[in-house]
């Protein structure tokens, strides 16, 4: 059997050696290194071949990769590096692996073209000044053949160990069985959609209710597909912490259930969290877990792929046990786990660490996708950018004389924007070309300063540089997938901006990462209508969809709508005393726990106040503005099991979705809004480009996105098949054909007649 190996993975398990360095050297962007290529392969001669395909065997290891470019006029492989800055102050251990990279592409190229020698180059191309810089070696075959033995034998003893790991867990998961004595309903026949999916490698977006186990119903059947499609990893996101804390439950079910499965499981956490020095810089000077991590990384690398299921405290565990990082333990550990659990942007991301593993060494992986509905929101934010004029004045108070004039320039650019726009707000048709050339100039000049200065410290420019970096890279890529805009307000007698990019429609961005997947399952108990979220998110054309049957009854949740109760902001304040007595009536009727969802804190805040001025009787609980984690905690905890009292929410919150309260946690939800986005400028923009795009402009903008919101939060009250409970909607809107028709088939929607709720 054999294993194969990208070059550069090669060179990276071999050639590393000293500290981790990350001392601050701003890295050209993606399309910044493959534009640098492009540019200095132009450069060429006519008979130059770029992206030279090259594979070679030693023993049981198959090295491929693709050489970046040979010149057979000079004999000369040259393997091409985009940076910024001065060379000079590239660590040594950086050069050397760049060295190891090309020497072994070097033997490639020898064994295929039978060349008894060849120039070896390293091309530095700076992405500032346009300069290539060009180290070159004369090397014999024989030579590069040793070298490349050497690297191969270094690899040897692991790769065989890989080997048998793979033959192990796939001969388990070929075994595995379901962890439960049956399928909950619903839950075989998504599990045999998604096995289907994961066989013909399609795409699947499944709708499926709360309560049937989604996601051991989700990760059994990928798990079992693994050996026959030959699946490199599978990829579980979630938006939130709750979602990848149930897929490493489920995941230790399904070991458990096997004792002694070979299944390697890895909990990414985000830099910050998994920090232990976070007073301290990424380099070998500053941090000890830096000082000599890729010498001690194999040690530690052995001993948590030994330790097979590592959530973030298991990886803390094994990385101090070596003393190394344990975040960057992490991404190492990525290339030879079998499930990585993670949040959205490790795969989604402009630079996602997951799907830019995979594109590099060309993994077949299943990406699953959990609570679907909400990565339109976190996509449109990972592809959006703001700059704030604040900022920039604050920050040029700190920074040396050197960076004094770009900011000015800057500063003067935007202040004529303020100036020439008479509105508070404006969407541009085009980018101002003055803003944007002084903005690339800003971020040009200080991506040399730290280039050249590695050692100075001032986060906040350092945080302002990256806002305004991310800013415009999407400055680069803008198009009628998003809006570039001009928000004035006045401070002090001084008129001050902000300038966005404002993502709209991401699904230029994700399409490719969907395209790029062996498969991907997308799951949320909210994913309708299928075209809207297929227009959002770039489905393939053949993605496939299922709407699993729920197993709960119409008898379980009596469904109400208020229809004679306006909550338009016009009639908001006429419909307060009547949403009063309702909830009093149907709580005098029913004691026990509720939510009351509204659609901001005012109007929380304004129901609240008279409900406790005309019940004082009835315990009443709030949301409060800016919740930390405790009180969120505190808040959940007082709905307990025979329990009672009315919890008033924003719908779209923290309580509208994600929170399990089955049984008599509670029994009852009012949803006093359609959850639609606000009517403005920026919306009513949204409405146009959808129109443009799909032709359904408000109910892409505001109709789909409020009543998912409203689905998501009624689905708070039926958990379990035991369960009973009512959902009252309070608005006349709700009774409206194309609002019903988007509510789950399950319901028996009935009409709450005014006198019944007085």
């Known amino acids: 059997m054999e294993y194969q190996v990208a070059v550069r993975a090669l060179a990276e398990f071999t050639a590393r050696r000293g500290d981790l360095d990350l ?6 962007t993606a399309q910044e290194g493959i534009a640098g290529h492009v540019e200095v392969t132009a450069r060429r001669a006519a008979d130059y071949q770029r992206e030279v395909t090259l594979a070679s065997r030693h023993r049981h290891l198959v090295v491929r990769g693709r050489a970046d470019g040979y010149d057979p006029a000079c004999n000369r492989l040259e393997e091409i590096k985009t940076y910024r800055g001065d060379l000079s102050r590239m660590p040594a251990n950086h050069r050397a692996l760049h060295w190891a990279q090309a020497k072994i592409y070097a033997w490639l190229l020898c064994e295929k073209l039978q060349l008894t020698e060849v120039n070896v180059a390293l091309v530095y191309f700076e ?33 065989t160990q890989e080997l048998d790991h793979r033959i192990a867990r796939n001969a388990a998961l070929s075994a595995l069985r379901f962890p439960h004595a049956g399928f909950r309903p619903g ?29 051991v119903g989700t990760l059994f059947p990928l798990l079992k597909a693994v050996p026959s499609k030959g699946l490199d990893k599978i990829f579980f996101l979630a938006a939130k912490t709750t979602g990848r804390s149930l897929a490493l439950d489920a995941l230790g079910q399904l070991k458990n259930h096997q004792p002694r499965m070979p299944l390697r ?60 990082c344990p975040y960057y333990l992490s991404q190492d550990l990525v290339r030879w786990v079998d499930v990585v659990v993670g949040d959205y942007n490790y795969y989604f991301d402009s630079s996602a660490l997951l799907y830019g593993l995979t594109t590099a060494n060309q993994w077949r992986v299943t990406v699953l996708t959990d609570e679907a509905h909400n990565l339109i929101e976190r996509a ?27 900011l000015d320039r800057l500063q003067r650019q935007w202040t004529a924007l303020n100036k020439t726009q008479e509105s508070d707000y404006k969407i541009y048709s085009e980018t101002p070309a003055k803003f944007a050339s002084a903005l690339q100039k800003m971020v040009s000049e200080i991506s040399e300063f730290f280039a050249e200065n590695p050692a100075y410290v001032n986060s906040a ?119 009063v007595a309702l909830i009093a009536k149907q709580y005098q009727s029913q004691t026990g726990n509720y939510l009351a969802f509204f659609s901001s804190f005012d109007y929380l805040e304004k129901v609240s106040a008279l409900f406790r001025a005309r019940h004082p009787d009835i315990p009443v609980r709030e949301q409060s503005r800016g919740m930390d984690e405790a009180a969120r905690d505190a808040f959940l905890a007082r709905f307990t099991p025979g329990g009672c009292g009315i919890g008033f929410a924003v719908l779209g919150g923290p309580f509208a979705e994600g929170i399990d309260l089955p049984g008599e946690r509670l029994i009852g939800a009012f949803i006093a809004t359609l959850g639609l986005p606000q009517f403005n ?27 998912q919101k409203v689905v998501q939060a009624a689905g708070r009250v039926i958990r379990t098949q035991s369960d009973r409970g009512y959902v009252y909607l309070i608005d006349d809107r709700f009774a409206r054909p194309e609002v019903l028709g988007l509510l789950p088939s399950w319901w028996k929607v009935e009409r709450l007649s005014s006198h019944r709720s007085d």
């Open 23 to 28: 001392r601050f050297t701003p890295a050209p």
């Open 127 to 159: 992405i500032g000044s346009r300069q290539e810089t060009m180290l070159e070696e004369r090397h014999q075959a024989a030579a590069l053949r040793s070298f490349f033995i050497e690297q191969c034998e270094s690899f040897l003893s692991w790769s």
């Open 187 to 215: 839950q075989r026949a998504l599990s045999e959609a998604v096995y289907r999916a994961a066989k013909t490698g399609r795409c699947l977006a499944a709708e499926a209710p709360t309560g049937i186990g989604k996601t």
């Open 265 to 324: 499981v890895l909990e990414l956490v985000a830099r910050d969290k998994a920090c232990e020095y976070p007073d301290k810089a990424c380099h070998g000077e500053s941090c000890p877990l830096a000082k000599g991590f890729y010498d001690r990384l194999p040690q530690a690398r052995a001993a948590a792929v030994s330790a097979g299921s590592l959530d973030k405290s298991a990886l803390r565990a094994a990385a101090l046990e070596h003393q190394v």
């Open 380 to 406: 449109r934010k990972m592809y959006s950018a703001e700059l704030d004029q604040s900022t920039l004045q604050t920050v040029r108070r700190t920074i040396p004389e050197a960076l004094g004039k770009a």
């Open 461 to 579: 420019l350092q945080n302002f540089y990256f806002e305004a970096l991310h800013f415009t890279r999407l400055l680069e890529v803008l198009d009628t997938h998003s809006l570039f805009d001009l928000a004035k307000r006045e401070r002090n007698e001084h008129i001050r901006s902000s300038i966005g990019i404002r993502n709209v429609v991401p699904a230029k961005f994700l399409a490719p990462r969907f395209t790029e997947a062996q498969s991907a399952i997308l799951f949320s108990a909210t994913l309708s209508p299928w075209h809207f979220y297929a227009d959002m998110l770039g489905l393939p054309s053949d993605t496939a969809y299922i709407d699993v049957e729920s197993p709960f009854k119409a008898e379980q949740l009596s469904v109400y709508v208020a229809g004679h109760i306006s909550t338009r902001y016009r009639q908001r304040e006429h419909s307060i005393a009547p949403i």
């Open 681 to 707: 400028a920026v919306n009513e923009e949204h409405r146009e480009r959808m129109d443009a795009a799909f032709g359904s402009g408000y109910d892409y903008t505001y109709l789909y996105p409020g009543l």
